[in-house]
């Protein structure tokens, strides 16, 4: 079978997938019947092209990265990936706080309600838990810094 005829044949089973759920099921089932016949040989197999393979090891690994980030916020958070991204581009891919730019920004939740409030940066988001998320603590450490600032300057 040449090229075009198994992209044709994979359209083909694309869109009978997509469109009959009855043969859905019954491929479906022919797969897991095969799976647990065949499953040692293929894991084997897979394992064998995971060693020595290395463009397919980093494939493996993107992929493995991108379902776990994925389930995570969808689990956690109950966010999609794409309502992150939107999130992200809303803040302008700063922490709300600090208003610096990081790689890997946080979601920040309340704690009591479970409710989403920003991305945040890892030291933004400890600094919030360790304050307990009580804004008289943050009020009162601002003093005290600006307290020493000033004491400081004088001296």
């Not at 022919?30 to 290395?54: E, F, I, M, P, S």
């Not at 009591?112 to 943050?138: I, Q, S, V």
């Amino acid at each position: 079978m040449d090229t075009q005829q198994r992209r044709y044949q994979r359209e083909y089973l694309r869109k009978r997938k997509a469109e009959d759920p009855d043969f859905r099921s019954k491929r479906a089932a022919r797969q897991r019947a095969y799976r647990a016949v065949h499953g040692d040989r293929l894991n084997a197999l897979k394992r064998q092209r995971y060693a020595t393979d290395l463009e397919f090891r980093t494939r493996i690994k993107a992929s493995n990265t991108q379902h776990a980030r994925r389930y995570k916020l969808m689990h956690r958070y109950g966010m999609s990936l794409e309502e992150f991204g939107l999130r992200l581009e809303q803040q302008q891919g700063v922490c709300a706080i600090c208003r610096r730019t990081f790689d890997k920004l946080c979601i920040d939740h309340c704690h009591h309600t479970g409710k989403l409030r920003g991305l945040l940066c890892h030291g933004c988001n400890a600094g919030l838990g360790f304050y307990e998320d009580n804004p008289a603590f943050m009020i009162r450490s601002a003093a005290y810094l600006r307290y020493w600032a000033r004491k400081h300057a004088e001296s």
